[in-house]
């Protein structure tokens, strides 16, 4: 039996009960996805999109109107995320005893609509508490959903031969295409936290934007500035979900040039993410295949919620997906399993040139590997003042010119895929530190203190200071702090005997220097000799660094992390203007 709440009665305990005046933006149609883990990203008849504060910039606009009912009504906090609460379900625990949940629809509950109105636009009164209902879901509507999701299904090849038509009368190059514009192919740019913005926020934007994005021939852009200050977020705000993509039609979050940061926090374009209620995961969810999220400061707030929340989580549909130039940091609170960008379930997924701090709480980490497939690409990424800088819980990564200093442990469980090579870590190395590209191996036939020694060698050509030493004969560990020669090694600990089996890995331990790690600039100082030119290069793959330098296209000699330092002299960037 359905559940009725009188919405403006309801108050819970530990939020703020006085009302604020609020736009409440709702979904008056059924929106089918192709698949069924499209159709649960995509919001319903009843559905409340979105809650905003009354106020000088968030006054709906024209696209707003044509999209959604909209009215005015008196709301408390704990309303506000009664309306919003995704349809999340607990279903069962992973082997590490950590909750594995399910998205069953895109809101909890919905809104009887036939008390407030029946078409879009502007309710000019503000509506009355008796006519504001919220209603919990049942089984019957996602059975509704499902028979949508099918009708649907069925009319899409008539829907494609209709746009076949269109295209074939007016061909069109794929290039820029406005915001009102659905159809037409090319890269569709949206505007938010703008004056003059197409949409208030990312949650109108995706729900107004996701779709058949093949069909469509687009790929879909929310473009953000910072015209109207941080953009606060709470809880999942942001899901990525619902839409249909392929790798060169997605959707994806960005910032133009003008509004992006300069490597550090310097309060551009900022997303404020607060953890709230039993909401789980990022402030940002990207549930679609192939979505990027770059460019953005997010600063990560742990309220009242539940653990596992952080800035950035793909989810398991969004294989493809990319997250790169970033920079992701945690103000306060802590929580269990909080992270700067986690994923879980997918496939070839690239996380490069972000720059994520302070994740410091128990099992925090700057990122979080959990139950993912294949082929994760962690390029790039400087992680510093992280309890836990990569950690994995299950799966293969593949990790390369990654900098983590300052971590408790810089690489957490982590199994290493065979091609990862070149990470710096500053903690002393152990079995996490021993996967990966081999540079030498051999057996000592003489023996010193702190040395490793073997005749016939050529030290000189394969191994560089740092490079991290197992004594595959009693397991132990230790690094390169001297090349003396072709035949011998100086170590930091005295690991090695005569006649003992040894491997050495290009992985490395490594002090970095940055500008300033007081006021949190992680750009690469000039007289770091722990990362600076001692990556390997990557091609055209994470290439574009976090001050928006190509790598590739300058033909630079990689570093470690995400800066790409280069001296005054050859114009590195430092100076920022707006």
């Known amino acids: 039996m359905k559940r009725a709440i009188l919405v403006l009665m309801m108050c819970m305990v530990a939020l703020p009960c006085f009302a604020e005046e609020y736009y409440v933006y709702i979904r008056l149609e059924d929106r089918a996805g192709v698949k069924v883990e499209d159709d649960v990203g995509r919001s319903k008849r009843g559905d409340v999109v979105d809650v905003r504060p009354i106020n000088k910039t968030t006054h709906p606009n024209e696209l707003a109107l044509k999209e959604w009912m909209i009215f005015k009504a008196d709301l408390t906090v704990a309303q506000v995320r009664e309306m919003k609460k995704p349809w999340v379900e607990q279903i069962g625990i992973d082997e590490n005893k950590n909750p594995i949940f399910e998205t069953k629809a895109y809101r909890r509950n919905k809104i009887d609509t036939s008390l407030i109105g029946t078409k879009t636009g502007l309710i000019s009164i503000k509506v009355a508490p008796a006519k504001i209902q919220l209603f919990e879901k049942s089984a019957l509507d996602i059975a509704r959903y499902e028979r949508s999701r099918k009708i649907q ?285 081999e540079a030498d191996s051999g057996t000592t036939d003489d023996v010193s203190a702190n040395k490793l020694i073997e005749s016939g060698q050529n030290f000189l050509t394969t191994i560089v200071i740092g490079m991290v030493v197992l004594n595959t004969t009693d397991t132990t560990y230790s690094y390169v702090t001297t090349v003396d020669s072709n035949t011998q090694l100086t170590l930091n600990d005295d690991i090695m005997a005569d006649e003992e089996a040894y491997t050495i890995y290009t992985n490395l331990i490594r002090t970095a220097t940055f500008v300033n790690a007081d006021s949190d600039d992680y750009h690469l100082d000039s007289t770091d000799t722990a990362a600076i030119d001692a990556g390997v290069d990557l091609s055209t793959t994470g290439n574009i660094d976090i001050d928006n330098r190509d790598r590739n296209a300058e033909a630079d000699t990689w570093d470690i992390g995400a800066d790409e330092y280069v001296s005054v002299a050859a114009g590195r960037r430092r100076m920022w203007i707006q």
């Open 153 to 437: 299904l069925a009319l899409l090849p008539l829907k494609r031969h209709w746009q076949f038509w269109v295209n074939v009368i007016d061909p069109s190059a794929f290039s820029s295409v406005a915001c009102a514009d659905d159809t037409t192919d090319g890269e569709q740019i949206c505007t938010i936290n703008k004056t003059g913005e197409n949409y208030d926020t990312h949650v109108l934007w995706e729900d107004a934007k996701d779709g058949n994005l093949v069909t469509a021939g687009q790929i879909r852009i929310a473009e953000t500035y910072n015209d109207d200050g941080d953009m606060a977020i709470t809880g999942p705000e942001i899901d990525i979900n619902g839409s249909t993509a392929d790798a060169t039609h997605y959707m994806k979050i960005t910032v133009p040039d003008g509004e992006r940061h300069n490597g550090t926090n310097n309060n551009m374009t900022t997303m404020v993410m607060t953890s709230s209620g039993d909401w789980h995961n990022g402030g940002i969810r990207l549930y679609d295949g192939f979505s990027v999220a770059e460019w953005l400061i997010i600063e990560v707030v742990i309220g009242a919620g539940h653990d596992q929340y952080g800035g950035i989580t793909v989810g398991s549909g969004g294989n493809g997906s990319r997250i790169s130039n970033n920079i992701i940091q945690k103000i306060s609170g802590a929580k269990d399993h909080t992270h700067g960008i986690s994923f879980d379930g997918t496939t070839v997924l690239e996380i490069s040139n972000n720059i994520i701090y302070d994740f410091t709480g128990n099992f925090e980490y700057g990122i979080l590997v959990a139950d993912n497939t294949n082929n994760i690409l962690l390029y790039n990424n400087t992680i510093v003042n992280c309890t836990r800088g990569i950690g994995e819980v299950a799966g293969k990564v593949v990790l390369k010119n990654n900098l983590a200093q300052s971590c408790t442990v810089s690489w957490y469980n982590t199994v290493m895929r065979a091609s990862s090579t070149y990470n710096v870590s500053d903690v002393a190395p152990s079995d996490d530190d021993t996967t990966g590209v």
